[in-house]
């Protein structure tokens, strides 16, 4: 009976600690500092070990099928490549910025089964900036994204754009690169956004044109 007082009285102040510091502000969490070794092994560990577990019972498509990878190449140019790069691409300023960073996917395509691609493409990692691209995409569009991830580490810069050149029509992103074939101008980035998010009626907006009924304005629902 001591002895459970005793640890009853542990844990209490064990939980107090753990509250007390989570409201004391001593915890930095910026995104420009890195975590410690031990934040970092146990994040890493966590999340590895969380893949492997959840990825195992998925079944993986015939990924062998030179045309589905192909059909990946825009997709993963239009919603990958700014975070992680490509090759012969930098991640953009927003990849750049992220913490922690996200990796080249040659790499980790190299060091993880097709599944484990698979199911962080589909669910994200929590805390980090990995999306879950399973919120607004079927499997159906994820596959030729991780079929062709399990082809980057043959890929070189020229062999990337020829696919990208050579993919037109394939892939629901293939108007963000057919059009200018090489992606990355900011120009190119602000009409892959706008033609993916926006309505015509935003699009003549600003090419100039003048929108067909201009809405009145009303300053309670204006939210910029
Ligand atoms: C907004 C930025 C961002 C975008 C866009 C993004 N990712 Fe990620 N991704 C990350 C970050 C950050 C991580 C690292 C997470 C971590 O360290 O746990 C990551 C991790 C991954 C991993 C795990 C890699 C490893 O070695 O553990 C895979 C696989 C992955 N992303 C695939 C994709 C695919 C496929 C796409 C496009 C469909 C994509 N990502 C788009 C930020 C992004």
């Known amino acids: 009976m001591k002895i459970l007082t005793k640890l009853i009285i542990a844990g209490a102040i064990g939980v107090a600690a ?32 969380s893949v492997e577990r959840q990825a195992k019972d998925i079944e993986v498509p015939n990924l062998h099928d030179d045309a589905l990878a192909r059909a990946g190449v825009n997709d993963f140019n239009g919603m990958c490549a700014g975070c992680h790069g490509a090759p012969g691409q930098t991640p953009e300023a927003m990849g750049q910025g992220l913490n922690p960073p996200p990796p080249d996917l040659a790499e980790s395509a190299m060091e993880m089964s097709p599944a484990e691609l698979f199911w962080v493409t589909k669910h994200g990692i ?6 879950a691209w399973g919120a607004t995409h079927d499997d159906d569009a994820i596959w030729p994204v991780v079929a062709f991830m399990t082809k980057l580490p043959e890929l070189d810069a020229t062999q990337y754009q020829d696919l990208l050149d050579n993919a037109g029509g394939m892939g629901h992103h293939s108007n963000d690169s057919a059009d200018e074939g090489h992606a990355h101008d900011n120009a190119t980035s602000e009409d892959t956004i706008l033609d993916d998010g926006h309505t015509d009626n935003d699009h003549s907006e600003r090419t100039g044109e003048i929108p067909p009924e201009p809405e009145e304005h009303d300053p309670s629902t204006h939210t910029h």
């Open 18 to 49: 753990v509250v007390g510091f989570a409201f004391s502000g001593i915890y930095d969490v910026s995104a420009s500092s890195s975590h410690s070794s031990i934040v970092t092994w146990l994040l890493s560990t966590t999340s590895h070990a």
């Open 126 to 131: 929590k805390m980090t900036g990995m999306p």
